[in-house]
Each structure stands twice: as structure tokens, then as C-alpha cells.
């Protein structure tokens, strides 16, 4: 046989080695040649080349496509289309995205079913929710982000997160995922945890997680307790915000657990040192402080003069001269200076005069100032108690704190001539 004869079954080897291409086969491919913006590739056992663009290359963002392959590499691709006509020397279109893409999906679908959770993370904010990658794209609904309202979601942008898969179909390549669901499943376990361990009265320590304008949403460590605006502080507070920031540590007290409504409530006032403590070496007898008018009565002045310390400053206390309602010369919100009467920590209370701090005026007299009743209060008392609802009804009421003869001002003080017309009766 001559050297330029060809053996018959080496040629018939040879044509059975080569196969048909066709759409949708998975194939190696050698890489021929590297441009800008595709792969050169030949196809093993056809004979033919074919290309694989950028944008098939990879499920991830590529920067440069020489960091994707080099010249000799073999890879595994999947026929997606023809190009031209000429089936002998024709290319075809390939991709290796599109491999490892069903690769994803058959590895998600897996997780679907056993009910685990896939890491992703977030490529997009869109109107209605987040784009991730994971592996595929996958869609958020904003509803799912999280399990409270989010207003801005491009907080997201970025970062990698935990999601349930809700919804899987890789023909259609949609995959919808949740990550308020890992929340919800995360605080339903931390939840239980925490409240077989606390119980109320407990102090501890926690982080404010949000505010509202009801009150502060305090993390106990997954799971979140609502301190009510009423429970910041002694002092008044209008809104959360102006004395707490989302992130600040803070000292709470458990008000109430109710494990029903997976509720906890907190106080951060009540984990402070009770407002009347030492109080009589704060406002001792004799001593002028300054304070704030709170409340208005008939009967005189509430006056804070420490957070959650408020004294009575009666109608008496105010002014050298005669006044009819503490509403004449006083007003709620107004800085006041007054002078400590008498002061009882047991019973919270302390006597307080503004008065004391005035020069009285030549001529002044302690009965001006005394507050009297017209007459027709005093002839509505007049013969006993009178029908069913009147006489005693038309009395002042003092608070309890108040109704004793050792602040500082007897009970004949605070009602004045009214008591003294009520004798008479």
C-alpha cells in the first residue's frame, strides 16, 4: 500500500467519529481564539466552530473575558442556534451561562424540596422589589423583604442575604424568594427562646430597632419589645425620636410578656433610679429650685422640678395678692423659681411656694389670698346636704398626696374660705 493510500478503516473510523451537531446537544468545545467580545471554539468530534459570546459565558458579571478562558481551554457548552446556512462549515451559537444555569436551577429545585434556604446577593432595587443573583436571577416582592415596612429599599443593594424559595419554575426561569420568611422563622425561634427565659420585672439589656411615633421597638436579641412613648422617660417626651435613635443601647424593665400575641412590654424609665429617691437632699426644706408649671387647678400649681417630680404650689403660694384662678398669673409650660415648704418622700409630696421668693407688697394681707366662693356656691350649701348631688359635690377635690396638715399648708389652706363657709352651713 502506498503512503498516500488511506486505509478504508481508518476513514470509516473516522466518519463514525464525527457526529451531527444539533440545538440543544451539550458539547466540549476547545477554545480557539479569544476576541473582545466572544470565544472561537471548535467543536469536538463535528468538525465544525462556534462561538460563544460575552454575554454567555457566565452566570456572574464579567470584566474581562481573558480572565474567562485562554486559548486550549475546553469547555463544556450547549448548542443554542445556527448561525448562516451552510450546514457543512456553519457555526453555531454556544453558551456556558445557559449549562450552568440548568445546573443552578436542578440545584435549587433540590434545596426547594428539602426546604432549605439559598444566600444571595442583592444586584437591584426595581418598582415592586429586589432583583438578587442566585446563580439566576430571582425576584423579591417587596412584601417580602421584610417583616415590617420598608420605605426605601436601596438599603438592600449589595448586601447578601438569607431567602426561602417561594416559588420555582425553571422553564419559565422565575424564582421568587422571601427573606421576611427567614426573619419570621429566626424571631419565631429567638421569640421562644426569650420568653422561656425572661420574666417580668427582669432588667436587661437591649437596642433600639426602630421608632415610631407610639413609642421605640427595643431587639432583645431577635426578638423586639415595645417601650410606649409614656415609658421613656420621667420627663414628658412629644415623639421617641427626640430622646432615642435607632441603634442605642438601652437598659429596659419587662412590664408584661404575653407569649399569645408574642408581645413584650418594656420601660426604659422604669429600669432608672425611682424619681423621689433621696429627694429630700435634692429639694430639701428651704431650698429654691427651678421647675416647670405642668398643670393648672382650681386649687394651685403642679410644678416639676425634676424629672418625674412634680410639687403643688397651692393658690395661696402664688401671689402676695388675691388671684381667683392660678390661670390668672400662670400658664403650663412656664419656668418657674420656687421655694421648698416641706417635703415627704414617703407619701411624694412636696410643698412649694412661689410667693416665698416675692417681697410682699406694703399692705398685703394672708387672707387676700385666701380663694373665696360667690354667693350663689355658697347659698347652693346652704341647709345641710341638700338634694342628691349637691352640697359636698360642690367642694374641690385635692389629690390624696395633697390632703394632709403637714406640707407646709393645712387642708384649710387648699380650700380656703370654702371651708370655712362649709362650717357655717
Do not use: C
Request: hydrophobic share 40%; proline share 4%; aromatic share 4%.
Amino acid at each position: 500500500m502506498s503512503e498516500n493510500s488511506v486505509n478504508p478503516e481508518t476513514m470509516a473510523d473516522a466518519l463514525k467519529s464525527v457526529h451531527q451537531v444539533k440545538v440543544g446537544d451539550v458539547v466540549k468545545g476547545e477554545v480557539l481564539a479569544i476576541e473582545d467580545k466572544q470565544l472561537t471554539v471548535g467543536i469536538e468530534n463535528s468538525g465544525v466552530e462556534g462561538v460563544v459570546p460575552l454575554k454567555e459565558l457566565s452566570t456572574q458579571p464579567i470584566d474581562d473575558i481573558h480572565n474567562e478562558a485562554k486559548v486550549g481551554d475546553e469547555l463544556d457548552l450547549v448548542v443554542i442556534s445556527t448561525i448562516g446556512k451552510d450546514k457543512e462549515n456553519g457555526q453555531y451559537l454556544l453558551s456556558k451561562r445557559r449549562l450552568e444555569a440548568q445546573k443552578v436551577w436542578a440545584d435549587i429545585q433540590k434545596e426547594y424540596e428539602a426546604g432549605h434556604t439559598v444566600m444571595a446577593p442583592v444586584t437591584q432595587v426595581v418598582k415592586g422589589g429586589l432583583v438578587v443573583n442566585a446563580g439566576v436571577r430571582g425576584f423579591v416582592p417587596a412584601s417580602m423583604v421584610a417583616d415590617h415596612f420598608v420605605e426605601d429599599l436601596s438599603q438592600y443593594k449589595g448586601q447578601e442575604l438569607e431567602f426561602k424559595i417561594i416559588e420555582i419554575d425553571p422553564a419559565e426561569n422565575r424564582l421568587i424568594l422571601s427573606h421576611r420568611a427567614v426573619l419570621e422563622a429566626s424571631k419565631a425561634e429567638a421569640r421562644k427562646e426569650i420568653f422561656n427565659k425572661l420574666s417580668v420585672g427582669d432588667v436587661i439589656e437591649g437596642k433600639v430597632a426602630r421608632l415610631t411615633n407610639f413609642g421605640a421597638f427595643v431587639d432583645l436579641g431577635g426578638v423586639d419589645g415595645l417601650v410606649h412613648v409614656s415609658e421613656i422617660s420621667f420627663d414628658h417626651v412629644n415623639k421617641p425620636s427626640d430622646v432615642l435613635k435607632a441603634g442605642q443601647e438601652v437598659t429596659v424593665k419587662v412590664l408584661n410578656l404575653d407569649p399569645e400575641k408574642n408581645r413584650i412590654s418594656l420601660s426604659i424609665k422604669a429600669a432608672l433610679p425611682e424619681p423621689w429617691t433621696n429627694i429630700e437632699d435634692k429639694a430639701a426644706a428651704g431650698s429654691v429650685l427651678e421647675g416647670k408649671v405642668r398643670r393648672l387647678t382650681s386649687f394651685g400649681a403642679f410644678v416639676e422640678v425634676f424629672p418625674g417630680v412634680e410639687g403643688l404650689v397651692h393658690i395661696s403660694q402664688i401671689s402676695h395678692e388675691h388671684i381667683a384662678t392660678p390661670a390668672d398669673v400662670l400658664k403650663e409650660g412656664q419656668d418657674v423659681k420656687v421655694k421648698v415648704l416641706s417635703v415627704d418622700p414617703d407619701a411624694h409630696r412636696l410643698a412649694l411656694s412661689i410667693k416665698a421668693l416675692t417681697e410682699a407688697p406694703e399692705g398685703a394681707s394672708e387672707e387676700n389670698n385666701q380663694p373665696r366662693r360667690n354667693n350663689n356656691e355658697r347659698s347652693n350649701n346652704r341647709g345641710g346636704r341638700g338634694r342628691r348631688g349637691e352640697g359636698s359635690n360642690n367642694h374641690t377635690k385635692i389629690p390624696a398626696e395633697y390632703q394632709q396638715e403637714d406640707n407646709g399648708f393645712s387642708l384649710g389652706d387648699i380650700l380656703g374660705d370654702a371651708l370655712k363657709d362649709a362650717n357655717k352651713n
